[in-house]
């Protein structure tokens, strides 16, 4: 499959006038296939939309290349745009133009028709207020007018940066339908967020990065696997000790976990046998069922 | 063509561009009123003696002097050109709709080309319509109490030339401080540093260092606007000469702004 997206070795740094310079990407490379949703995660200041900033044109990196759609970084954005609908960090509009007459003025540059646009107003849930001035909108409205910019242009790629930022959960609900409809239909989706249950419920595959750096880039199933997988172990209160002393002593990494024991390192009937040798048999033994937050946290820390 | 349809639009729905006309339409409103009231029989005949200038007196609306009612007129507009100019440009990067525009349009030699081209035509229209507002607001202090000896077809033609020309100029200052607001990415910054350079470092470098005068902007934007040879003799340069050196200036700066903006980051100031 083709990639909609590579990126290779990307350096960013910002000087200042003042203080020292801030290394906001340092040597990132990823690669996104076309189609699907692709989720990049990271903590605030981890380097997401100064990369998105990137892929757009926005920012001039320090180092590193670019390509979107298999044309080159910034050389190639004017043909690239007219595929790419975007969506960067906070939503930002004259405030005191109406939305639809925002959407018009942005649909004219790419010579798109008005109808076009009132109709991705309609798609987006904001026909209603679509004329009255954007300083009387919502956070969330906001944002969904951004979102009707980005579908404008009937994009093959979507680059939405934090697009549940100020959204209701009912808000938040159709986003994610929005996007898993507009992937359905064959497009590619990157989306940043550090909602990490939407973007677990939204994506396909995810790339979490830090300080710059991409961690781990997989499908979401995959990077939960790969994930120094833990058993969880129910054992009576008073042997408790006893059996992490023994399960401790072949080398698996023993904590609690409420009223069970988490185990690292060892399978399932590895900790069965050993218990069970013991005559320490455990009442519950289970896989411990990971989440992208659990990963994220424990990657990011 | 169309991009610079869309700037035009774009510039001429800012908030501050139609809070600067609300403000020019309300003083043209009080200079209207006191002329009207200002202009008796018996108060006209003595400034007329005096040699002093009345908008009740129709060619005193043009006469290429301090005291006429265009120059005046064009003090304050070229005061509004400034901020106008800083606000529309400065406000897309204080918004953030910069970046956004730029997700549509990321030729941005061509994105800020438009704008400037948009910005200073946009200028020249409303100088223009606010000139003629102006105008149009003293008439019937000039048809009921005052008098329009001697405004022949020469005068009118003058007159209206002279509205052009403060229109242009209008323009210019309008573009520079674009210019200013588009590398600065800020409009209190742009407005100052363009009060700064012609309200103060003008004059400063005038004193030090006379010689340095026939170049700057304070003496050649009045020299173009009265159209005036006087003092050509002194600066050496006729009011020709002054529109193509200040069409220059405009030039270089907007060369400056547009190679800053390509290599920008899209980030608010």
Known sequence: MANAIVIEGLHKTYRRLRGRPTVAIDGLSLEIEEGGVFGLLGPNGSGKTTTIRCLLGLVRPSAGRISVLGRPVPDGLAETLRSVGAVVESAAFLPAMTGREQIRLLAAIDGIPDRAADDALEAIGLAERAGDAVRTYSLGMRQRLALAAAILKDPALLVLDEPANGLDPAGMRDIRLLVRRLASEGRTVLLSSHLLSEVEQTCDRVAIVSRGRCLTAATVADVLAGAHPASLVRVVETDRDRAATLLGGIGALVEPAGDLLRVRGLQGQEIAATLGQAGLWPSELRPEERHLEDLFLELTA | MSLLRIEIERSLRRRAVWALVAIAVVGIVIIATIAFVDSTPSHLASIVQRGDAHPAILIDWWRGEDDSLLLVGAVFLFLGG?????????????????????????RRVRLLAARLAAIAWASFVVATVLQGLLLLAVLPAVLLHG????????????????VLRISAMTAL????????????????????????????????????????????????????VTWSHLGEAASGRSPAAASVLLAGYGAILAVVAVLHFRRVDAISG
Do not use: H, Q, Y
Not at chain 2, 83 to 90: E, F, K, N, Q, S
Not at chain 2, 157 to 162: H, R
Not at chain 2, 188 to 210: H, S, Y
């Open chain 2, 82 to 106: 400034v901020i106008g100019g800083a606000a529309v440009v400065g406000g897309e990067w204080r918004s953030g709709s910069m970046a956004t525009v730029l997700t549509w349009e990321p």
């Open chain 2, 173 to 224: 200052v309008t573009s520079l401080s674009a210019c200013v607001a588009s590398v600065s990415k800020n409009t209190a910054a742009a407005i100052i540093a363009v009060w700064a350079w012609a309200g103060v470092l003008e004059g400063i470098l005038r004193n030090v260092k006379p010689g340095i005068s026939p170049w700057t902007l304070t003496a050649n934007v009045p020299k173009v």
């Open chain 2, 147 to 162: 008098w329009t000896t001697g405004a022949d077809r020469a005068f009118a033609i003058s007159l209206l030339l002279a």
